[in-house]
């Protein structure tokens, strides 16, 4: 299934704490083990719990349940009766509240932004501009599918084997769609470093289940995604689109059958195998590794990771197999469909009806204001800025030492705990406090902004 890119602004961030293990100068890895110094307490300001008297909304019992015979009925009863899921939403929690809390402090901060009148080429005028650029909905509706001509265009002129390859490379920056990609993260074995992986997938449906499988759901959802499908296809006036859109569910099929399952996909240990660039070709020929990793920028490769290495060779096979047309009209789609949310309000909503409604059971979708704070705020978007916008406003410094203090607490419980227990030796201990050292943690905001002046 298409990533749905609603990532949180990092204004959300700022009301939680997330902790990293990174070193640091600060938090050195060798040397000096001792006990961590307890923090030096901010003075903590008054606060109201937000629920109830002292932080537990005890109106949401339900008394006339026996806690011995069902503590959780006991405890939510009364709210499970009474709660309506939002129209918007598949789930629902306490994170969300604090999503929407902050969503409507963004949206102030934008509107500020765009009433001032930001000067040219300021952070502040490419946020106004981004966020009111996608609230402009008469000026989607007028453009249509214009914007994305020049990508149609261009898919529609490959018709050779090495073209779509460097098609499948770039899949990631033209935002279409491969069973072969790659990205890059942390290497398992060495924190150190970073390194590639290759994986495989491209299917628009959640799980290969949803194509192997022939119960009545299952059955439901492929008639449906062939008739989205096809519906896609048709903003771009592409021919033949039943057609086609046939064959890309048979496609799609025929990948999902080399997918691991879930279970296998989450083991660590099976999706870690590492190898020399060399030995990766030499494992894997029939694709041009080189034109592909050339076509998407990844220059001077040395090593990377296998995260599915039988899936491999069969989805190399699939690719000579199908015609190449098939490629172009299932990448055609994905590249609709995965920028629908910018285009016109029929093409977003015929995304939201199947991904959303279809799928996961959602009738409404979010009001545009809060789609558009979630597209500025994103972290491959704006999020950094919108980030200090909101520090800014709604978490002074002092607010950070608090919560710098609690951690600092917390790790000196820590290590007194490691120094007292007796059933682990000397050397686990040094080995425990050099770890414990070694933690870094990453509270409410960056020490660093990362700095977004250069984006146009």
Known sequence: MPSSTKFLALATCSL???????????????????????????TVASVTPELGSFG????????????????????????????????????HGSFNDLIDR???????????????????????????????SFMNTEALNELGISPLLPGLSRLAQIDTQAQLVAAFGRA??????????????????????????????????????????????????????????????????????????????????????????RADRRNRDLTYNPMSFDDFRASYPGFDWDSYFSAGGVQGLEDLNV?????????????????????????????ISNNASLLSDEIDKEYFNF???????????????????????????????????????????????????????LRSALAQSIERIDWIGEETKQQAMLKLNAFRPKIAYPDDWTDLSSIE
């Not at 011995?68 to 009766?81: A, H, K, V």
């Not at 509107?111 to 080429?121: G, H, V």
Request: hydrophobic share 35%; charged share 25%.
């Open 307 to 335: 995260s599915y290495p039988s899936a491999m060779a069969p989805i190399i096979e699939l690719i000579a197999d199908v015609p190449v047309a098939n490629w172009t009209a299932y990448m055609t789609y994905h590249f």
């Open 56 to 91: 537990i909304d005890l109106s949401y019992q339900d008394l006339d349940t026996r806690p011995g015979d069902d503590f959780f009925r006991f405890t939510n009863g009364s709210w499970l009766e009474s709660y309506e899921l939002p129209a918007d939403r598949s789930t």
């Open 16 to 42: 939680l704490a997330a902790c990293g293990g990174e070193e640091s100068a600060d938090n050195p890895t060798q040397g000096s083990v001792e006990t961590a110094a307890p923090a030096t307490v901010a």
């Open 172 to 261: 990631r920056i033209d935002t279409t769609a491969c069973p072969i990609s790659f990205s890059v993260g942390t290497d398992r074995s060495n924190s150190d470093r970073h390194q590639l992986a290759v994986s495989v997938g491209g299917i628009g449906l959640p799980d290969r289940d949803y194509y192997l499988e022939d119960t009545g759901r299952f059955l439901e959802v492929r008639g449906e995604y062939v008739a989205h499908i096809e519906r896609i296809l048709n903003f771009a006036d592409i021919e033949d689109s039943a057609a086609k859109a046939a064959k890309i569910l048979e496609l799609e099929t025929r990948i999902a059958e080399h997918l691991w399952p």
């Open 102 to 132: 902050s969503d409507e402090r963004v949206r102030t901060i934008i509107d500020d932004l765009t009433s001032i009148e930001p000067a040219q080429d300021s952070m502040e005028q490419k946020v106004s501009d981004y966020y009111l």
């Open 355 to 409: 991904y959303s409604t279809v799928l996961n059971g959602v009738p409404e979708q979010r009001e545009r204001w809060k789609r558009g704070i979630a597209r500025v705020g994103s972290r491959n978007s704006l999020g950094e800025a919108i980030g200090q916008f909101y520090v800014e406003r709604h978490f002074p410094e002092s607010a950070k030492r608090q919560m710098d203090d609690l951690v600092e607490n």
